[in-house]
């Protein structure tokens, strides 16, 4: 069977807005930007194109309480007032009458894309939605998310569509603290997110966001954290993650189907995220994960606030999805001694359970350190840390949303504009 794409994408996702701050960064042109780009390089016409549709409320529940269904249903008739109370309610988050809707369509869509990949209609997709999901936990809103679009998914393929293993991929910059709790003790579904920590100095600020929160009971090993305790990480630092860490255990625990949570909020220009990701990396994550599953991977769509990166980093994920080359990266250098330190500490964690890692020597003696070369950090949490707890719960950051100075927004798009020209899109013809 000839390879195919599915792509899920509606207009009508676009109702849910922040009714008092159009600059918001969780906007319309969020799905609108990427996919005019899509279209612009040819590429939505190469896929089968599949409207989202609304979900049924089972599927809602597979994945969060009736009582949280009840309070999302009720925002539909709320008045100005009441909506600006029921956002305050909850961690960076606004409602407003089409919250509801777009939310169901958002879950609808990413359900249907893993249904026909099942099924055999589609190889692999995209589901190009929003509101995003990896926030959102049974009980609670939270993060610009409502419903957990990807984490349903997995319990979806896992409980109804008979699959065994979930690979879910988190490159989002955020931690999606929601997918990890729905899935902690659970074997079938291996949660892998890779997020900017800084030692839990950034949000969601969770003790639980670090390397040594592996899973639990049955679950044990099949969560797996990548904490980046820096901003500014580049490309040889993601595909060093990749590489010595996601794929090796990727291939181990040899998945039916792989689920990302595409969070384009790592690229460069992305003012939350702060990190350096180029474009043309996100093509090489893609082709990477393609080689699992017999290329059964599934997409959605989760942060990503600056709409150029997120544009191409969304067509250049969806061209990889078509089966097209990756382009050539821009020149990498080495990973960073920060990423190393990450990569150590997971090893470290996860070197008794996946026999990937056996074959890195083990410090014998003395403290329990994996690699030769590397101080791996054992002080963790850092002292003088202030985590988030239930009891602590504020509304913390985004509803004032930060900005770069000028001259760094400026120096980011022109960097972005170089790398968007400089991308070679071509396809040999005989390969
Ligand atoms: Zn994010």
Same mark, same amino acid.
């Given at each position: 069977m000839a390879s195919r794409t599915g792509l899920v994408y509606s207009?009508?996702?676009?109702?849910?807005?922040n009714i008092w701050d159009?600059?918001?960064?969780?906007?319309? *042109?969020?799905?609108t930007d990427p996919y005019r780009r899509c279209s612009e390089l040819g590429l939505v016409d190469r896929c089968i194109q599949m409207k989202a549709e609304s979900c049924r409320d089972e599927t809602v529940l597979l994945g969060h309480s009736e009582a949280l269904l009840e309070k999302l249903k009720c925002?539909?008739?709320?008045s100005e007032e009441a909506l600006k109370t029921v956002s305050q309610e909850y961690d960076s988050v606004y409602f407003n009458n089409e919250t509801y809707a777009c939310s169901r369509l958002a879950l609808g869509g990413t359900v249907s894309l893993i249904e026909d990949i099942v099924d055999q209609k589609i190889t692999n997709g995209m589901a190009l939605v929003r509101p995003p999901g990896h926030h959102a936990m049974r009980d609670k809103f939270c993060g610009f998310s409502f419903l957990n679009n990807i984490a349903i998914a997995a319990k979806h393929a896992v409980c109804n569509l008979g699959l065994q293993r979930v690979l879910i991929v988190d490159w989002d910059v955020h931690h999606g603290q929601a997918t990890q709790y729905m899935f902690y003790d659970d074997p079938r579904v291996l949660y892998f997110s890779i997020h900017r920590y800084e030692n839990g100095q +950034?949000?969601?600020? =969770?003790?639980?966001?670090? !390397?040594? !929160?592996?899973?639990? $009971? *049955?679950?044990?090993?099949y969560n797996i954290n990548v904490p980046l305790n820096q901003i500014g990480m580049a490309d040889s630092d993601y595909m060093a993650i990749f590489q010595q860490i996601l794929m090796p255990v990727a291939y181990e625990f040899c998945p039916d189907v792989v689920l990302i949570s595409a969070g !384009?909020?790592?690229? =460069? $220009?992305d003012y939350k995220g702060e990190m350096k990701v180029s474009p043309a990396v996100f093509a090489h994550f893609t082709h990477m994960l393609s080689g699992l599953a017999e290329g059964r991977v599934c997409v959605a769509l989760e942060g990503g606030y600056c709409l150029k990166s997120l544009s191409e980093g969304v067509a250049l994920t969806l061209r990889s999805l078509l089966g097209d080359p990756c382009p050539m990266l821009p020149e990498m250098g080495e990973p960073c001694y920060s990423v190393c330190e990450s990569i150590a500490n997971v090893i470290k964690v996860l070197r008794p359970y996946w026999?990937? +890692?056996? !074959?890195?020597g083990c410090v014998t003696g003395g403290e329990d350190a994996v690699l030769h070369v590397l101080a791996v950090n054992e002080r963790h949490p850092r002292p003088n840390i202030e985590f988030s707890t239930d009891e602590n719960c504020p509304d913390r950051y985004e509803l004032v949303a930060t900005q770069l100075d000028d001259l760094q927004q400026t120096m980011f798009e022109r960097q972005l504009e170089d790398l968007i020209e400089n991308t070679s899109l071509y396809t040999p013809p005989s390969r």
């Amino acid at each position: 069977m000839a390879s195919r794409t599915g792509l899920v994408y509606s207009q009508d996702m676009t109702g849910h807005k922040n009714i008092w701050d159009s600059n918001f960064p969780e906007k319309p *042109e969020r799905i609108t930007d990427p996919y005019r780009r899509c279209s612009e390089l040819g590429l939505v016409d190469r896929c089968i194109q599949m409207k989202a549709e609304s979900c049924r409320d089972e599927t809602v529940l597979l994945g969060h309480s009736e009582a949280l269904l009840e309070k999302l249903k009720c925002t539909v008739s709320f008045s100005e007032e009441a909506l600006k109370t029921v956002s305050q309610e909850y961690d960076s988050v606004y409602f407003n009458n089409e919250t509801y809707a777009c939310s169901r369509l958002a879950l609808g869509g990413t359900v249907s894309l893993i249904e026909d990949i099942v099924d055999q209609k589609i190889t692999n997709g995209m589901a190009l939605v929003r509101p995003p999901g990896h926030h959102a936990m049974r009980d609670k809103f939270c993060g610009f998310s409502f419903l957990n679009n990807i984490a349903i998914a997995a319990k979806h393929a896992v409980c109804n569509l008979g699959l065994q293993r979930v690979l879910i991929v988190d490159w989002d910059v955020h931690h999606g603290q929601a997918t990890q709790y729905m899935f902690y003790d659970d074997p079938r579904v291996l949660y892998f997110s890779i997020h900017r920590y800084e030692n839990g100095q +950034f949000w969601p600020n =969770l003790r639980e966001s670090d !390397y040594d !929160y592996i899973g639990d $009971g *049955e679950g044990e090993s099949y969560n797996i954290n990548v904490p980046l305790n820096q901003i500014g990480m580049a490309d040889s630092d993601y595909m060093a993650i990749f590489q010595q860490i996601l794929m090796p255990v990727a291939y181990e625990f040899c998945p039916d189907v792989v689920l990302i949570s595409a969070g !384009y909020d790592c690229a =460069l $220009g992305d003012y939350k995220g702060e990190m350096k990701v180029s474009p043309a990396v996100f093509a090489h994550f893609t082709h990477m994960l393609s080689g699992l599953a017999e290329g059964r991977v599934c997409v959605a769509l989760e942060g990503g606030y600056c709409l150029k990166s997120l544009s191409e980093g969304v067509a250049l994920t969806l061209r990889s999805l078509l089966g097209d080359p990756c382009p050539m990266l821009p020149e990498m250098g080495e990973p960073c001694y920060s990423v190393c330190e990450s990569i150590a500490n997971v090893i470290k964690v996860l070197r008794p359970y996946w026999k990937c +890692f056996q !074959y890195q020597g083990c410090v014998t003696g003395g403290e329990d350190a994996v690699l030769h070369v590397l101080a791996v950090n054992e002080r963790h949490p850092r002292p003088n840390i202030e985590f988030s707890t239930d009891e602590n719960c504020p509304d913390r950051y985004e509803l004032v949303a930060t900005q770069l100075d000028d001259l760094q927004q400026t120096m980011f798009e022109r960097q972005l504009e170089d790398l968007i020209e400089n991308t070679s899109l071509y396809t040999p013809p005989s390969r």
